[in-house]
């Protein structure tokens, strides 16, 4: 009751134009920020901080934070219309949503983008709100043998993934965790496949590699087809925009999301992405048609967008109450709170519980706020499925490696996305899916380094001697089983 | 486009010129002419991200001068030293760098000469000393206890903390050859995330700074590199206290380094604007109030800190098998 009064208050604080402003503006940098290939939301948080210096700090709070809600939203719009993710976590919502926007069908997968991200935002927002206490003991039980089980349960979801060709979605996926290993092995520090290059040290930069996967070799696949002159543009009918009912339609799919998505975002080792990946696989388990998924489901658009933007309710969690930043994001946020004197940890509730109801309260709002911006927005961003494929691929093609060279303003990560590239026409060329490879890259060091951080400590039965460890071990020894039981079932059958 | 438009632009656009001219033979005389640019080693929200965007943010009182400060993160800070010495040695480009780079240098078995002496170290801002940090909540909260359980699991103790072969590794090394004990490093992927595991009681110790408790209510300095007790932890005891010698100055600094061959007056410059900024109380408590000693040397005083960390760094990676 205590809390509802506080945070009421904290609203009714908010509730003044600039304040409202500031959110605002928050939510449009952080838009900006996450459509943005090369600009991460840690880099768009990053980038404000200077401007927050002479803000009040429960105010700068309030900004930074907007802008983080946000960039995870934002990351869908490229993915949706030009198959360019603007942050890793949007790299699932690319494998439905771009689909869905060549079709013609780009209103719906924007809307429902938004409308989950909305929904996933408000749902991680709750729960920190409400359970952010107990929530901290559980990511604490998370050992190094629980985190490499969560990794084996991400990689299991490719039994689902692979379709038609179990065996070459396995081999892109062995691809992607072989990628892994480049660079200087995180436990012991040798260098592996370094060549002495120092680029390599830490093995490739994950957003020029996912750019060039994904978007460069749609864009190599489309020239080598070159039927541009055939082509009718797909968007230049009247765009349809979902109604209410067909959101309602996807609600238990952007629940159970949501929910996976601040679980998956709780613990500092995980992160958005993978609870993307998790969360696609169980809305594909739950659909009556999981084959169409890949080929423009909205689902899928909105497990990818709804668990993306619940993690940062998650991640907000371990930061809040232990001092730990559960993503990147979130530590430039601890740092951003250092610099104005507060220290971000337990003690803040205590010393200055006003200023966490303002951040409760300013995020409820700034996902209200990206709401309605994202609903006047989608209506500019979805132009850009208007435009003809001519014009819009060598577009992409510059937008890819100034996004590459964004990251880390290193012509290295621009040659890294060629490459990529390159090596994705290549796989696409001989039938070998592109979502594993990704899906290996993404959980490759996580399991690991985990592996090993567990065989260090207990020995090398340490993954069967926690309960977390070996029920999580279960669930993905079921996911795998199940699809290729059923496949062979249906085979019989027929 | 009229004709009249395109009068007006051009004359705007020769109007830009000239001022540029105008300005450019003006700089000649005073340093800086144009934005300077601090490389940070790490990423956003790191620890010497903070500190510089901090420095920029209090130097501003002092300094008309622009500063940008970019993250060239990788490789333990070899990303952003390769790519500060191609740049121009005239001032303009000034490195960010802290302890752990230099031991960087080192456990890679990377270029001392070019990495390490490729640079001017010219301004150290500050000294943060290196602890040892515990978890009240576990039976081994004091140094002794930690020192009896170590012996007991005969090197399976646990210790965790940031990559392997980092300074807060070499600090673990230094402290288990002066007390005899040996345990297991576990390395995470950063600073918090094994302060999380030394929470969740994964291993018994950590090694970083004492501010890293702040915030953390369930973690305590069990010992501290200082000859005497710091003012803000007074119930943590020094090393010497605890029967161990030759760890009363460990630290970690962190400073500015610049390009070999820089202009003197662009070094003169920059420790003249650090000597100011040290003395500005915003500066000084908020590092005090994180028990660190904030300090201005210049060249000669910054080049003993790191001559002496390579040193360390040499020793006791061999001693303990990380180089060869």
């Not at chain 1, 009421?8 to 003044?16: E, P, R």
């Not at chain 1, 926007?101 to 935002?121: H, N, Y």
């Not at chain 1, 567990?454 to 090398?460: D, K, L, S, T």
């Not at chain 2, 302890?99 to 990495?115: G, R």
Request: proline share 6%.
């Amino acid at each position: 009751m205590q809390g509802l009064i506080g945070l009421l208050k904290a609203a009714g604080s908010l509730m003044g134009l600039q304040p409202l402003l500031l959110i605002a503006a928050g939510i449009v940098v952080g838009i900006m920020a996450g459509a943005m290939p090369g600009v991460s939301p840690s880099m768009g948080v990053a980038l404000m901080v200077p401007f927050t210096y002479a803000m009040d700090p429960s105010l700068a709070l309030v900004y930074l934070a907007a802008i983080y809600l946000a960039a995870n939203y934002g990351g869908s719009i490229t993915a949706v219309t030009i198959n360019t993710p603007g942050t890793p976590s949007a790299v699932v919502t690319a494998f439905d949503g771009y689909p869905l926007a060549r079709k013609g069908r780009a209103g719906e997968a924007l809307g429902v983008s938004l409308v989950a991200s909305f929904v996933g935002g408000a749902v991680g927002i709750l729960v920190l709100m409400l359970f952010s206490g107990p929530l901290a003991k559980v990511a604490l039980k998370f050992w190094p043998a629980e985190y490499f089980s969560l990794a084996v349960l991400g990689l299991s979801t490719i039994a689902s993934m692979g379709g038609q060709n179990a065996l070459k979605s396995a081999i892109s996926a062995v691809l992607g965790l072989l990628i892994c290993t480049i660079g200087m092995d995180p436990v012991l520090g040798v260098s592996r496949f370094t060549f002495g290059n120092v680029n390599l040290f830490d093995g490739f930069e994950f957003i020029p590699m996912l750019i060039g996967l994904l978007a460069l070799s749609e864009v190599f696949v489309e020239v080598e087809k070159f039927d541009f002159a055939s082509e009718s543009v797909a968007g230049a009918e009247k765009a349809k925009w979902p109604s209410l009912g067909y959101y309602w339609k996807l609600r238990l799919s952007m629940l159970r999301a949501s929910v996976i998505g601040t679980i998956v975002g709780i613990f500092p080792g995980a992160g958005a992405t993978i609870a993307t990946f998790i969360s696609y696989d169980v809305e594909k388990r739950f659909s009556s048609t999981p084959e169409e998924f890949g080929q423009g489901m909205p689902e899928g658009v909105a497990a990818a967008e709804a668990s993306n933007s619940a993690s940062v309710g998650g991640a907000l969690v371990p930061m809040l109450t232990l001092g730990i930043p559960g993503s990147a994001t979130a530590a430039v946020l601890m740092g951003a709170l250092m610099i104005h004197n507060l220290q971000p940890g337990p003690e803040l509730f205590v010393k200055s519980p006003e200023l966490i109801y303002k951040l409760f309260a300013s995020l409820l709002i700034g996902n209200v706020i990206m709401l309605i911006l994202g609903l006047a927005g989608s209506r500019l961003w979805i132009n850009v499925t208007r435009v003809r494929k001519q014009i819009l691929f060598p577009l992409i093609f510059a937008f890819a490696m100034i996004g590459s060279y964004a990251v880390n303003s290193s012509m290295w990560d621009v040659m890294v996305c060629l490459g990529f590239g390159m090596f994705g026409w290549i796989l696409k060329r001989y039938g070998y899916p592109l979502p594993p490879l990704v899906l290996g890259t993404v959980l490759g060091e996580m399991a690991e380094v985990n592996l090993r951080r567990a065989v260090m400590m207990a020995g090398p039965t340490a993954i069967f001697q926690r309960p977390g460890s070996v029920a999580l071990l279960v669930v993905a020894a079921l996911s795998f089983a199940i699809p290729i039981i059923q496949a062979g079932k249906a085979r019989q059958r027929a | 486009m009229n004709n009249n438009r395109v009068r007006v632009l051009s004359v705007a656009v020769a109007a830009v010129l000239v001022l540029c001219l105008v300005s450019g033979a003006a700089a000649k005389d005073a340093f800086p002419a144009k934005p300077i640019r601090i490389i940070n080693y790490v990423a956003p929200g790191g620890l010497m991200d903070v500190t510089t965007r901090k420095f920029t943010d209090v130097a501003s009182k002092y300094t008309k001068a622009v500063f940008v400060v970019e993250n060239r993160s990788g490789a333990g800070g070899l990303v952003g030293m390769e790519y500060v010495l191609g740049q121009p040695a005239d001032g303009y480009t000034i490195f960010a760098p802290t302890t752990s780079v230099v031991i960087q240098v080192v456990s890679t078995n990377s270029s001392v000469d070019k990495y390490v002496w490729g640079f001017e170290w010219a301004s150290m801002l500050m000294k943060d000393p290196e602890c040892i940090i515990s978890n009240r909540k576990l039976p081994t909260s004091d140094w002794v206890d930690i020192a009896r359980d170590a012996k007991a699991k005969g090197g399976k103790q646990i210790w965790v903390g940031p990559s392997t072969g980092g300074n807060d590794h070499l600090m673990a090394m230094k402290v288990w050859d002066r007390a005899g004990i040996s345990a297991m490093w576990i390395p995470f992927e950063s600073g918090p995330k094994a302060m999380a595991a030394l929470m969740g009681g994964q291993g018994v110790a950590y090694v970083g700074n004492p501010a890293d408790t702040m915030g953390r209510p369930d973690l305590k300095v069990c010992a501290v590199s200082s000859d005497k007790r710091l003012k803000q932890y007074p119930d943590a005891p020094t090393f010497r206290e605890l029967g161990l010698t030759g760890l009363d100055d460990e630290i970690m600094w962190r400073g500015f380094a610049v390009k070999k061959g820089t202009p003197p007056e662009a070094v003169a410059w920059l420790q003249e604007l650090v000597e100011k900024v040290a003395n500005d109380p915003e500066w000084k408590s908020f590092f005090e109030e994180q028990a660190i000693e904030v300090v201005a040397y210049k060249t000669d005083e910054f080049t003993r800190f790191v001559k002496k960390d390579l040193e360390d760094a040499q020793r006791y990676f061999k001693q303990f098998g990380i180089i060869k």
